[in-house]
């Protein structure tokens, strides 16, 4: 019987150290190759429950005394306890993207926290193991209830582990089918069979060590779940450099299942979004992405665009999503069309302001042909008619005046209708204004009025627009002495400086008391003020008109 029991411990400690090597070989092969994902963690903490359960179940088994050995059967039970749990979330959340929800997480906490007390107080109740010594075990009822709790849990865990293979099982070939069929069953059904002890006639027939192997077949269930998820390609370190390459990647990358849930995002996807807005990224992907290969998705208070391409093989269908953060383009784009709409409405406001302005300057140049035909016929008339006066004043006394007056009033109205061609025809005049005065004051002449005119300073340089307002509000003045002054003198003065023009008429006409701005005057006053200038005019009854206009250079 001692040489059984030495042999026991040689078997039990060498499958369990040769299965931890193993399990520590492709844990490592595990945290190389797989991607980050919402399911990583509790597929860590899987396989160290497994490992933790095989190494306590080697010190059980070559612990010097009883109390040593329940010190180490609540240890691995402690360790059974957690794997029971993290095989639930794992594949919960290897099946749905995300993690389980917390009330549900915190509900098998606390199962598997009342299994574990009623494990470590069994010295108190025995319900759990019914005798325990160093040699031999009875289970009592405890036992078996948590037995069927551990079954229950592991079954719910394979229905969530089929959902998420469902997908890939349409394209695997028959050896991976049944690689995936043991996978699920070999565990269980050999668990199942060693605490029942229908396997223990086995062993004995055959003279083997019984013991317990349940560990050794989770953790060959994981290792198959490994095989097929890394597709053979264990010592590949192409993965690896592919996974550091993209989670360096600038661009914010997640990859996503054939169901839409995210089952690794790079660090820049995790810097760009928080966890409560990936959560929100999950759901709006679910709700609008199928069919989608790009749009933009709000996410609080970001938008972010994102853009997929399909990859499929024989294992499964993935989705690359690429996200960028738009919010700041959006509210640029937004700012932007806000200033477009303000320059469409400034530019409609523009537009009628031209067709405005057009009008004006229609009624503008209506206004100056009207003041300048005014002047003209005004002055041509009024040459002609005190010409003509002459002429019959003189028709019998001094016939060779008569008929010069008479000759000088047609001239006159020929002159009006020369400078009436010119407005209409915009044609320019080449005579000097200094002449053009005299010409004025020569037909004055001839009405019986001696004139005069003083120039100081150099008419020739004065613009064209001054030059011919100079030339206008002179002729206005002129038939207003002719019109109403009555006078037999006036005199026409220009005095020229750096800094103005001042125009100057004086007649010894009768004069009035009050003046009256009629068309005439209010002419030359609106012609002065277009050019920033001023104009003054001043009488006294019995003692002739005074104007003065000044104009800045």
């Known amino acids: 019987m001692k040489e059984y029991f030495i042999r026991e411990i040689e078997?039990?400690?060498?499958?369990?150290?040769?299965?931890?090597?193993?399990?520590?070989?492709?844990?490592?092969?595990?945290?190389?190759?797989?991607?980050p994902a919402s399911y990583t963690k509790a597929f860590f903490v899987l396989q160290l429950s497994i490992i933790g359960w095989m190494f306590f179940k080697i010190l059980k088994t070559v612990a010097p005394n009883v109390t040593m050995r329940w010190t180490f059967v609540v240890c691995y039970y402690f360790c059974i306890c957690v794997l029971e749990v993290s095989l639930l979330l794992f594949s919960y959340s290897y099946c749905k993207g995300e993690k389980l929800a917390?009330?549900?997480?915190?509900?098998?906490?606390?199962?598997?926290?009342?299994?574990?007390?009623?494990?470590?107080?069994?010295?108190?109740?025995?319900?759990?193991?019914?005798?325990?010594?160093f040699t031999d075990d009875h289970f009592g009822i405890l036992f078996y209830v948590h037995a069927l709790i551990q079954y229950i849990l592991v079954i719910i865990s394979y229905y969530y582990g089929y959902l998420a293979f469902k997908i890939k099982m349409k394209k695997l070939n028959y050896f991976y089918k049944i690689c995936i069929a043991l996978a699920i069953f070999i565990p269980i059904s050999i668990h199942l069979l060693y605490v029942t002890r229908k396997i223990f006639p086995l062993f004995i027939y055959y003279d083997w060590?019984?013991?317990?192997?349940?560990?050794?077949?989770?953790?060959?269930?994981v290792s198959m779940f490994l095989i097929i998820t890394m597709q053979r390609n264990f010592l590949d370190l192409k993965p690896l450099l592919k996974y550091e390459i993209i989670d360096k990647m600038d661009t914010a990358i997640c990859l996503l299942d054939g169901y839409s849930n995210i089952i690794y995002a790079n660090q820049n996807s995790l810097d760009l979004l928080n966890d409560t807005q990936i959560n929100i990224l999950k759901a709006e992907l679910r709700n609008t992405f199928l069919g989608q290969n790009s749009g933009i998705i709000t996410c609080q208070d970001k938008q972010v665009s994102f853009h997929s391409s399909e990859s499929i093989n024989k294992f499964s269908a993935y989705k690359l999503l690429t996200l960028n953060d738009v919010t700041d383009l959006l509210l640029l784009e937004k700012e932007i069309k806000g200033q477009q709409e303000i320059l469409n409405y400034r530019n409609k406001v523009l537009k009628e302001?031209?067709?405005?302005?057009?009008?004006?300057?229609?009624?503008?140049?209506?206004?100056?042909?009207?003041?300048?035909?005014?002047d003209i016929i005004g002055h041509s008339l009024v040459v002609a008619i005190k010409s003509l006066e002459s002429a019959l004043l003189y028709w019998d006394s001094e016939p060779q005046y008569a008929e010069d007056a008479r000759i000088k009033s047609l001239n006159a109205l020929e002159q009006g209708l020369e400078e009436m061609e010119k407005i209409s025809l915009n044609k320019n005049r080449s005579s000097s204004l200094q002449s053009e005065l005299l010409e004025m004051l020569n037909q004055v002449d001839f009405t019986g009025i001696n004139s005069r005119l003083l120039v100081k300073g150099n008419l020739s340089i004065l613009l064209p627009k001054i030059s011919a307002t100079t030339k206008r509000i002179c002729q206005e003045l002129l038939t207003n002495v002719l019109k109403h002054s009555q006078a037999s003198e006036v005199l026409l003065q220009l005095n020229l400086n750096t800094s103005n023009l001042t125009i100057r008429v004086i007649d010894n006409g009768i004069g009035v008391d009050s003046i009256s701005s009629g068309n005439g005057l209010q002419g030359i006053l609106e012609r002065a003020k277009e050019l920033g200038g001023s104009a003054e005019f001043s009488s006294v009854k019995g003692d002739g008109f005074t104007a003065v206009v000044v104009i800045p250079m």
């Not at 299994?115 to 025995?126: C, G, K, L, R």
């Not at 302001?353 to 005014?374: V, W």
């Open 11 to 35: 078997v039990i400690s060498a499958v369990h150290i040769i299965a931890i090597i193993f399990a520590v070989i492709f844990l490592t092969i595990f945290y190389i190759r797989l991607k």
């Open 102 to 133: 917390p009330t549900f997480r915190y509900a098998l906490f606390l199962l598997a926290s009342i299994q574990f007390m009623v494990i470590i107080t069994n010295p108190f109740h025995y319900l759990f193991y019914r005798d325990f010594d």
């Open 209 to 221: 060590v019984i013991f317990d192997i349940s560990p050794i077949t989770f953790l060959v269930s």
């Open 353 to 374: 302001d031209i067709f405005e302005l057009r009008e004006s300057s229609k009624i503008g140049a209506r206004k100056y042909i009207a003041r300048e035909l005014h």
